[in-house]
């Protein structure tokens, strides 16, 4: 069984690393030897992780791919092009492919799917979705003969360490960040991860699976975790919260249509996501005949991508033996995807107010205009400083903005000094 | 695609409701739709949770299982006989089967694979542990390119939510166990839970599957809680640990045998198996590449045991239709299992000494004698009431067990109060 491995950064290296170390376990388990047939990289005299004897490095991917004796394509280049075009090429010749590229699957997933469809080979993507964590094999076939409601994850590394940094240190959130880049947890452009790119691309690859369906990376609301104060964590802690950066993906109340977000958000310090420290990846999952299922490990890194991708390769390799095909793509439900106004959520504001009398219940009236109810209200500190702490009951989304610009307007409201949807409860 | 359902009791009838219910998802889902041909039961006339048509229902098992359109056959009975015959019965004329059966796989697990292999049909069986969770494909499938050095989890609902009642509440076990069979969380005759036949049984099956190895029920060593005081836990809390029954299956540390086995255990509060509370069941699986995973969620139940049924179902119907089949018994690694002595554990032990000088030399030297070492001392209390409690170090558990023994010789040991093996930590 031939393997060419585009890619040769920190997930390539360990993948020929394992396939090496473990070339005999893996022979034993497929029924078959695998054999690495090349490995496309963008320099040949680079220096490497791993020893790659040096006959196998090529430059021109696009011959690799479709060379007539290669059986499986591992692509871990990441980007939309060449990983498409080269991805598309070896599917069309009938070749099956490893990849974990989130950002092309989230993208434009249908092409690869329709490709793999019409070449006949397998298309597989565990890594792509929390690193070595088994969730889209479960989602996927475990969870086939189930219901799936709604999927909650930390899936992005990068942004829960510095979350988590933030929570027990008191840091803010820049200090967090150089922290987490000093540490290699970020990168030195951290946009993608701090700003939701790569937890939104998760969440499209996610919510696809989970409820049948196509969805794109467009169509996920998307909010990063810049905008987030030390006095924002302080204040979540004070009240028993945590903020964590979540990728929600749920279905609508009618079960018509799906909502899939990604925002920073408070979830109670007893909910299991909140114990998930440092740059650790969990994700949950409620569906209507399992209930609550929870799966965590390492979201990311060479070794624990390297393991979901030789997971899969096992995978294909087996079925390619077999002559036979893997589940493909299911998009049979085509739910629609209801944009972020229509998201049932909750709300916590925190209001620098004037401490007099009716000032509550001039703000209680704003809130009951917009349909919205209140679950809980503190007032803390007095006189000039007063400030009332407010978290609604379940409502729109939409309801819940036009409650905020409501609150803006008021004058007897100094100031909005902090709002941020709650998750994980009531 | 006819299924024959062995069984309608409260998975069985569950599987029944989601077959009818979920039946437009299901067949987009496999691609034909699923047809129920038939249900064996005992008795004919009984009252059952669901609706069946009557004249599916037929106490002739035997000719059900073996019946031309029948293509695969779901066993929620359970037991040894007559599941194990009705099962190689079905295999053996090309069916494909779905099973819950924890016992007979433990037990005899070998003869179902070889006639699965001989008849060309599938044999799934995520229902047989830890319910709803999937974890037997992760392993069987998503960890096929790595390296599993240790399974440990929570696989009895029935002793976790006894044991987190005793730790909760400070309840005694009898008091725990009639509240568990009083709200159905236990049954009549609780042996199979509260002595660890059930999670021995698992322990069997995850430590087959994790190893590439048979590994039989009769080979997991196993204790049970029916011994644990309400003292046990309370001095296990004060000391930030929680008492799990916890069923582990580890790899030696020369790699070429495993130790399995099932018994109570102390365990870090910090540890997060140490927050799976009343009948929820986790189970941690360590692997060379992946690191540390947690699998968690509701592990028995007719609903989320159904939804494992019928994620088998769609799968082994998907593979019908492709006339393909899914992976079979992987055994090659053949690794031997190795007995308790030789497993490597630690050890939390009270003893009710005299409080005089030169007692905690003579214990320490019993324990150096058997070359094992401490971690932690602490005396309570004075006088009479003086108490050791004494953590070890990693040692072998007869030389744990060795250790004990010449504790208890010791003149100056009143009592061995209480022994626990300590794991999760170190």
Redesign the interface.
């Known amino acids: 069984m031939k393997v060419a491995l585009l890619g040769c950064g920190v997930v390539g290296s360990?993948v020929i690393r394992?396939m090496a170390e473990?070339a005999d376990?893996?022979a034993?388990?497929i029924g078959a030897p695998l054999e690495l047939a090349g490995v496309a990289v963008r320099r040949l005299g680079r220096k490497r992780e791993v020893d790659v004897d040096p006959a196998l490095l090529t430059t021109d991917a696009e011959a690799l791919v479709t060379r007539e004796d290669v059986d499986i394509v591992v692509e871990v280049i990441g980007g939309i092009e060449p990983a498409r075009s080269l991805i598309v090429a070896a599917l069309s010749k009938g070749k099956s492919v490893v990849t974990a590229n989130k950002a092309l699957l989230a993208e434009d997933g249908s092409t690869l799917h329709e490709a793999a469809r019409a070449g006949g080979g397998d298309l597989y993507f565990?890594a792509s979705v929390a690193g070595?964590?088994?969730l889209l094999?479960?989602l996927r076939?475990?969870?086939?003969?189930?219901?799936v409601n709604r999927v909650l994850g930390i899936v992005n590394g990068t942004t829960n360490y510095i979350l988590d940094k933030m929570d027990s240190s008191g840091a803010s959130f820049n200090d967090a960040l150089e922290e987490a880049q000093a540490l290699g947890y970020a990168e030195a452009d951290p946009t993608a991860d701090v700003e939701g790119f790569d937890a939104a691309a998760k969440a499209a690859i996610l919510a696809g699976l989970a409820f049948?369906s196509r969805v794109t990376a467009e169509q996920v609301h998307r909010e990063g975790i810049t905008e987030i104060t030390a006095t924002d964590v302080a204040s979540a802690k004070a009240m028993g919260y945590v903020i964590k950066l979540l990728a929600i993906c749920a279905r609508s109340d009618d079960g018509q249509s799906v909502g899939v977000r990604v925002h920073p958000a408070m979830i109670p310090r007893t909910h299991?996501l909140a114990?998930v420290r440092e740059a650790y990846n969990a994700v949950f999952v409620e569906?209507?005949?399992?209930?609550?299922?929870?799966?965590?490990?390492?979201g990311a890194?060479g070794?624990?991508t390297?393991?979901?991708?030789?997971?899969?390769?096992?995978?294909v390799a087996?079925?390619r033996l077999?002559?036979?095909?893997g589940?493909e793509e299911?998009t049979?439900?085509s739910l629609s995807v209801h944009p972020m106004g229509e998201t049932v959520t909750r709300c916590h504001v925190a209001l620098d107010v004037a401490d007099k009398p009716g000032v509550l219940a001039r703000v209680a009236e704003e809130f009951a205009r917009h349909d919205v109810s209140i679950q809980t209200v503190r007032q803390e500190g007095h006189g000039d400083d007063a400030q009332l702490v407010i978290v609604s009951h379940r409502a729109t989304d939409a309801a819940l903005t036009a409650t905020m610009e409501g609150l803006r307007k008021l004058d007897i409201v100094r100031a909005v000094a902090s709002v941020m949807r709650v998750e994980g409860d009531e």
């Open positions: 360990q394992l473990q376990d893996l034993a388990r565990e070595a964590i088994p094999r479960p076939e475990s969870l086939a003969g189930d219901h049948h299991p114990g569906a209507e005949s399992a209930g609550q299922l929870m799966f965590y490990g390492a890194g070794a624990p390297a393991s979901a991708v030789l997971g899969d390769l096992v995978a087996r079925n077999a002559g036979a095909r589940p299911s049979y439900a």
